[in-house]
């Protein structure tokens, strides 16, 4: 078995969508990014590649590349799900959390965890996501940006 860490932070802004797990969530800012900025699911990209001993997103999606401006992270993370079963992986458990001191999360998380299930072709018994407040500390808390952590265990496929 192997374990990987991914972690991201993405800035706040008007006129952007919000998107986070795959999910468009109403909320009068979104992301700033090169690619449609799911902090989710870009933590969550780095902690499988982190386990695959494959190193992180920014080598294989580089963000000065335009052929990934304006993406949808779900069509990297199939890419990434690509990566994992030609090398023989197969996710055991996802585990997550987004730092936001706004939206609520909690109405759009059932929702993420199918999105990201369809996605990655795995139970949605195998993937958590949580989310914390900071309490309105630092740039979470102020809504400048949102953050989000997760950690991957791969296991070989027999
Ligand atoms: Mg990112």
Redesign the pocket.
Known sequence: MRIGIGY?V?KMVEGRPLVLGGVNIPHEKGLL?HSD?D?LV?ALMDALLGAAGEGDIGKHFPDNDIKYRGISSLALLVKVKEILHGKGFMILNIDSVIVAQQPKMAPHIGKMISCLSETLDISAGRINVKATSTEGLGFTGTGDGIAAYAVAMLGHVR
């Open positions: 991201d993405h990014g900025a902090v870009h």
